[in-house]
């Protein structure tokens, strides 16, 4: 997937209104960049997109938190960045159910990843540029490619030019 810039907040909320119709139960979404990178932001975005009743905050100290959206559904959004390595089963065991009948956002994937190997997963990787700029790459499971190519030109086209 070719990048996209995102030049600003409002940005990076869209490309949130983008990919929300775009997920199903059960995907998996990997939020990849460096600490300040806007990963929180974009899963903030994400669950207002998706329709939650409550608003998206930071799981670094709880590990996990679970948003019930509008529809019946559910976002789960964690963070393994205080994971030493990858996680052992009881610790899997852990968080297995935030996996399983909802849409789960990771940061921090690396500690993870041998557990999801078999789920559809998607992969958002944030750069930052500036304060508020950021470089996105996002990537969908192989049978869902052109459905985000489609996507992100319909984007794009809507767009109002600069």
């Known amino acids: 997937m ?10 990076t909320e869209r490309l949130a209104a983008l990919l929300a119709p775009l997920l199903r139960e059960g995907d998996v979404l ?4 460096d600490l300040g990178a806007g990963k929180t932001t974009f899963v903030a975005a994400l669950a207002r997109e998706l329709g939650s009743v409550e608003p998206a905050r930071s799981p670094t100290y709880t590990v996990a938190h679970r948003y019930e959206l509008a529809d019946g559904r559910w976002l789960a959004h964690l963070d393994c960045y205080r994971s030493t390595g990858p996680l052992d089963e ?4 852990d968080l297995e159910p935030y996996f399983d009948g909802g849409i789960a956002c990771v940061e921090w994937p690396d500690a993870i990843r041998p557990w999801i190997a078999d789920r559809p997963t998607w992969q958002l990787q944030l750069d930052v540029i500036t304060i508020d700029a950021r470089v996105a790459r996002l990537t969908a499971p192989a049978d869902r490619a052109r459905e985000l190519l489609d996507a992100v030109l319909r984007g794009a086209a809507t767009r109002p030019a600069a």
């Open 2 to 11: 070719p990048s996209l810039a995102l030049p600003a907040l409002d940005a």
């Open 30 to 33: 990997e939020l990849v960049g």
């Open 90 to 93: 009881a610790a899997w065991g």
